[in-house]
Nanobody, 123 residues
Framework: QVTLVASGGGLVQAGGSLRLSCAAS????????MGWFRQAPGKEREFVAG????????HYADSVKGRFTISRDNAKNTVYLQMNSLKPEDTAVYYC????????????????WGQGTQVTVSS
């Protein structure tokens, strides 16, 4: 069992930055790939970014490429999402997820999910 707790969301103006954190407890953190997903009101959940077990490989949705950076610190059992140049369309609840399969963009492959943190970008 892995418990994920996401934090760092908030209200920010367009062009601003936020850093989300997701702290994991339970089984060996380095044994899981990690992903960030988001869901806006009335929309389906979508993949944002994913990172491999060691952090050597990352993948991003086209909509955030060049603006968001995912990273992890296995010593701290934490994954981060640095979000820069935020846009109003980035407004959503952001979820972190952990899985053992290297299918970063496939939400169904993740086994554990955090509770979500709200990000609101004002124009």
């Amino acid at each position: 069992q892995v418990t994920l707790v996401a934090s760092g969301g908030g209200l920010v103006q367009a062009g601003g930055s936020l850093r989300l954190s997701c702290a994991a407890s339970g089984r060996t953190f380095s044994g899981y790939v990690m992903g960030w997903f988001r869901q806006a009101p009335g929309k389906e959940r979508e993949f944002v970014a994913g990172i491999s077990w060691s952090g050597s490989s990352t993948h991003y949705a086209d909509s955030v490429k060049g603006r968001f950076t995912i990273s992890r610190d296995n010593a701290k059992n934490t994954v981060y999402l640095q979000m820069n140049s935020l846009k109003p369309e980035d407004t959503a609840v952001y979820y972190c997820a952990a899985g053992r399969l290297y299918r970063l963009t496939d939400g169904d492959s993740y086994e554990y999910w955090g509770q979500g943190t709200q990000v609101t970008v004002s124009s």
